[in-house]
């Protein structure tokens, strides 16, 4: 059975950092694209950011690039996004996904989805 178990939502201030982290099981990630998605009350699920499986290629949303670092460990099986420069806009629930196929902003072709964390940027 795979398992995405996303770790490190919280808290944070303005222009503070939070780093989250997602653990997976039942599955080998070191073949899989791995993406982060967020939603935020009130609106649709959205791209943040996405990784081949070889950590070759990386992908930001236009919105997060340059303030937040996708990267992964395959030998641990974890995901990781930094967040850095953090904005009340920022806040939602985040979700990792693992997908066979490299088309890293379309949900639809993610095999597999964590629970969600929730982040919270205050003002």
């Known amino acids: 059975q795979v398992q995405l178990v996303e770790s490190g939502g919280g808290l944070v201030q303005a222009g503070g950092s939070l780093g989250l982290s997602c653990a997976a099981s039942?599955?080998?990630?070191?073949?899989?694209?791995m993406g982060w998605f967020r939603q935020a009350p009130g609106k649709e699920r959205e791209f943040v950011a996405g990784?081949?499986?070889?950590?070759?290629?990386?992908y930001y949303a236009p919105s997060v690039k340059g303030r937040f670092t996708i990267s992964r460990d395959n030998a641990k099986s974890t995901v990781y996004l930094q967040m850095n420069s953090l904005k009340p806009e920022d806040t939602a629930v985040y979700y990792c996904?693992?997908?066979?196929?490299?088309?890293?902003?379309?949900?639809?072709?993610?095999?597999?989805w964590g629970q969600g964390t929730q982040v919270t940027v205050s003002s």
């Open positions: 996904a693992a997908a066979l196929v490299w088309r890293p902003v379309i949900s639809d072709r993610y095999d597999y």
């Open positions: 039942g599955v080998t990630i070191n073949t899989y694209v």
């Open positions: 990784m081949r499986w070889n950590g070759g290629s990386t």
